[in-house]
């Protein structure tokens, strides 16, 4: 396994870029600009970066390139594409302190190069893909699999592409799964399918896969190609997800596409508006959906937009480099209503090009950089941030530290709360209550409507949502005081 930090992945994400603007362009403008005393005045004053861990690029990994998950057991988990005892990437348990534990060193049997963030299901494990390994060797390295693992690190592989002649079943997940509604899992592929340019597909929870939409099944890939980025189940039912590539001008796409697979794009990028989407969509309170882009906009560094359900598309903010540029992990919505986010390069911690930002913005675009990478305390923030029930926010970089990543902590002044897995379910349905400090909770209540539950461990609760209960806040009375869920419980 190649060792140093111009990896198979970072070099497919910079040829990327390149079609768009030049590396070496705004790699040269951002270092001009860059004067270090201005910008770090420009930062908010009301938070506080913490280095949780550096990796060795050895036994407990290397290249930490998606974001983290939080385990029921309160425990962040997380995955690298190198390293480990096999050097073919790990998947990790990490303390809120910092204490990190490989759990599983993959062997390329059970794939390798995890590049999209696990997830926790309705039954507490985890799941997640790998872009490479498994058991076909119809791709050069594998063509990737899907696999799912205890919290204590028992994995198991439930599916690997390519198994269907011509890799008809989509090959090389880049982002990680779903868990939907309907308790099935949906995902996308970066490549295979029908055309080559990737499909939407579904699993069961046993690991049958069946395939949703072909990519590139219009003229030209009008229909987007390369779809990176993971899908999110909306308040509507439908999924939405974005492609980096294809669209009437090739610069990636928005699309809708139902459970039974009827696909329709909402958005074509055209490089002003922005180019070549990587990361997820969050859906507003509003409703609207929010997006983020690597390239393009008014400077050729990438953009925040939103989006309609019906297609009308906002470009909220331009990134020009001194804020950050190339954003790669999509947003997050959090607890104060605003979103938060990270660029992969760009700011002022280290020329040329600079290291990455972590910033916020809110809903009507006004941009606030948070923190500026500088190589020692992490570099390259590829992954989506994650915000914690403790309220702060967590997330990973692909270098810095000792030079082979981090993961750190923001705390930006947000008090704790409680997570619901799922956040949609009927009455009667078992609901799982994730928190921080839960032991000696009196009551949980839907909008308002008591419910019986079991304190299990002082990070989590086992509830049922009661008769009568309607969509509204899930709520937590502790000791210590009550706890309101991040997002709104809709009741099915």
Not at 191 to 206: E, L, Q, Y
Not at 333 to 362: E, M, Q, R, V
């Amino acid at each position: 396994m190649n060792r140093n930090k111009q990896n198979r992945t970072l070099k497919s994400i910079i040829a990327k870029s390149q079609r768009c603007e030049g590396m070496a362009n705004w790699w040269l403008r951002i270092s001009a600009v860059f004067i270090l005393c201005a910008a770090t005045a420009a930062l908010s004053s009301a938070q506080t970066f913490t280095l949780l861990e550096k990796f060795d690029g050895f036994s407990n990994g290397d290249n930490p390139f998606s974001g983290l998950v939080q385990g029921t057991n309160g425990d962040f988990y997380g995955t690298t594409e190198n390293g480990g005892a096999t050097e073919q990437g790990t998947l990790f348990k990490i303390t809120p302190s910092g204490t990190l534990t490989t759990l599983v060193s993959l062997d390329g049997a059970d794939g390798l190069g995890p590049l999209g963030a696990m997830i926790v299901a309705t039954n507490g494990n985890l799941y997640g893909t790998t872009y490479s390994g498994g058991a076909s060797d119809a791709c050069e390295g594998g063509c990737g699999s899907i696999f799912t693992m205890t919290p204590s690190g028992a994995q198991t592989v439930l599916y690997s592409f390519c198994s269907q002649s011509d890799c008809t079943d989509g090959a090389q997940p880049f982002a990680g799964l779903l868990q939907a509604t309907d308790g099935n899992f949906y995902g996308t592929t970066a490549a295979g399918g029908t055309n080559g340019g990737g499909i939407v597909f579904k699993m069961t929870p046993s690991g049958t896969v069946t395939t949703l939409y072909n990519f590139c099944s219009e003229t030209n890939c009008a229909d987007g190609e390369t779809s990176d980025g993971t899908l999110i189940q909306a308040t509507n039912g439908n999924f939405y997800g974005t492609t980096n590539a294809g669209g009437t001008n090739g610069d990636g796409t928005v699309f809708k596409i139902t459970s039974t697979g009827a696909l329709t794009t909402l958005h074509s990028f055209d490089g002003a508006d922005g180019a070549q989407p990587y990361g997820a969509l969050v859906q507003g309170a509003n409703g609207t959906f929010y997006g983020t882009t690597a390239n393009g906009g008014t400077n050729g560094d990438g953009t925040v937009f939103d989006i309609t359900s019906g297609g009308t598309l906002t470009t909220l903010h331009s990134f020009d480099g001194t804020d950050g540029t190339n954003i790669q992990a999509g947003l997050i919505l959090g607890t104060d209503g605003n979103f938060y986010g990270a660029a992969a390069f760009g700011g002022s911690g280290c020329t040329p090009g600079g290291c990455g930002t972590l910033f916020k913005i809110t809903p009507a675009g006004t941009l606030t950089t948070l923190h500026f990478f500088a190589f020692n305390g992490g570099a390259y923030p590829f992954g989506r941030l994650l915000q914690a029930t403790n309220g702060k926010f967590y997330g990973a970089t692909i270098n810095g530290g000792t030079g082979y990543g981090t993961v750190f902590s923001l705390a930006v002044g947000l008090g704790p709360f409680v997570e619901t897995i799922p956040t949609s379910a009927a009455s009667g349905a078992r609901v799982k209550i994730l928190g921080s400090d839960l032991t000696g909770a009196t009551s949980v209540t839907f909008n308002g409507t008591s419910a019986t539950f079991t304190v299990a461990s002082p990070t989590l609760i086992n509830a049922t949502v009661p008769a009568g209960a309607t969509t509204g806040p899930v709520q937590v009375t502790t000791p210590s005081g009550t706890l309101v869920s991040n997002a709104v419980f809709r009741v099915r």
